[in-house]
């Protein structure tokens, strides 16, 4: 008998909970959770409408420079000074410089790659910057670096005890240099060069496709917009050129945010240096193929430019070397919208909000911010990839995710 009663009283005391907490919702919905439902509602509306005419004015930059020939990399008399360089043979001293961490996979890909570059051995210098914690596996990275010095290749090895570098998965052509150099030399205004990457796996997976389609718009219009109107752009962290005067300008690499290769390029652009980006020359690169080092990319990407811009803010605002659109550009549209609003708008609208309303009905939500703008948002990121694709690789690409989806 005792049993049964202290069953009951279990029963009940759930029961009394689940309406006791059914009963308190209903007394906060009306008068919290709908003002504060709503008021998110306006948020997501003006952070969606503020990313829509981003794209919208990407979108017409782009455009423009397509249709009138306009890159800006196209202005420069490349070949003849590539012709003026091997007949004077006043080649530049290079250093290359490849970070690694465990990268028991690609260390002969990136160090055979870099040491096959074509350029003088006696103006190149490579570095290869171990911070790998397997000692069997640094003993290996030394001796793939002792077997190039056997071959006449000026290529130093050297540990660190932290890690201010990442992934060495890069593996630039043997003309690499001869196709950025000579955009230095003739040019002192600009302190960087860079090209575009392109990915040897993004065929393996569902995840590496999608990878591919959104870094194919950042490269194809976000750097060739930026490129093209403020000579500004967030550097990649490889596959780029640095004219050392300007990185020893900016103050060289610092480790304060998780986004070093952007906090160089911000200070660089203060102190009024130009950049310029080749989008015809591209550098292979592998994508994170697992969740975890997805993930983990993500992270870095998303929260290390909003820590960045925290720090930077004041500091670009009081800056005198450059002009008030250069500004405007890089408060606004290169952080605030592109690597802040973009972020948050996508997590907060889709995983809080719309599930919110569904739980506090009294709370409408508008069709232009559910479908009209989430998709004219889509169609215009989308243009640029139709644009550049193969048809044939793009086609089989929508069979393969469609077929994963079913």
């Not at 948002?377 to 994963?404: E, G, M, Q, V, W």
């Amino acid at each position: 008998m005792r049993d049964i009663v202290l069953r009951n009283w279990e029963v009940n005391e759930t029961y009394d909970a689940t309406r006791s907490f059914g009963y308190a919702w209903e007394l906060l919905r009306v008068p919290i959770a709908v003002p504060l439902l709503c008021i998110a509602v306006y948020i997501c509306i003006g952070m969606s409408i503020m990313l829509f005419f981003e794209r919208i004015y990407m979108a017409i930059v782009i455009v423009c420079v397509k249709l009138l020939g306009k890159k800006r990399y196209t202005k420069y008399q490349v070949d003849a000074i590539k012709e003026d360089l091997q007949r004077n043979k006043n080649y530049p001293m290079v250093l290359v410089q490849i970070p690694m961490y465990n990268e028991k996979e690609v260390y002969k890909l990136s160090i055979g790659a870099v040491c096959g570059i074509s350029w003088p051995s006696n103006r190149l210098i490579v570095q290869v910057l171990d911070d790998s914690t397997n000692e069997a596996l640094r003993a290996m990275v030394e001796l793939e670096c002792r077997k190039w010095i056997g071959m006449g290749v000026n290529i130093k090895y050297e540990t660190r005890n932290n890690r201010n570098g990442y992934k060495a998965d890069f593996q630039p052509e043997e003309d690499f240099l001869w196709r950025t150099i000579p955009y230095l030399l003739e040019n002192p205004e600009l302190g960087l060069v860079q090209a575009r990457w392109k990915f040897v796996n993004a065929d393996e997976c569902l995840m590496t496709r999608l990878q591919e389609m959104s870094l194919h718009y950042h490269f194809s219009v976000e750097q060739e917009v930026g490129s093209s109107t403020c000579s500004f752009f967030g550097f990649n962290g490889t596959a780029g050129v640095w004219r050392i005067k300007a990185l020893n300008d900016a103050g060289g690499w610092k480790d304060r945010t998780t986004v070093e290769d952007m906090d160089l390029a911000v200070r660089a652009s203060l102190k009024g240096w130009k950049f310029l980006f080749v989008g015809d020359l591209a550098v292979k690169n592998e994508l994170p193929s697992t969740f975890k080092a997805y993930r983990y990319q993500q992270h870095r990407w998303s929260c290390g430019p909003a820590n960045l811009f925290r720090k930077m803010l004041w500091e670009i605002i009081i800056c005198e070397r450059v002009s008030i659109w250069k500004k405007w550009h890089v408060i606004y549209a290169f952080f605030f919208v592109r690597k802040i609003i973009a972020h948050w708008v996508t997590f907060f609208f889709y995983c809080i909000v719309i599930p919110a309303t569904i739980l506090v009905p009294e709370v409408h939500l508008p069709k232009p911010l559910a479908i009209y703008l989430p998709a004219a948002i889509t169609i215009l990121n989308a243009a640029s990839i139709l644009r550049h694709a193969n048809p044939d690789k793009l086609h089989a690409k929508f069979c393969y995710i469609f077929k994963k989806l079913e």
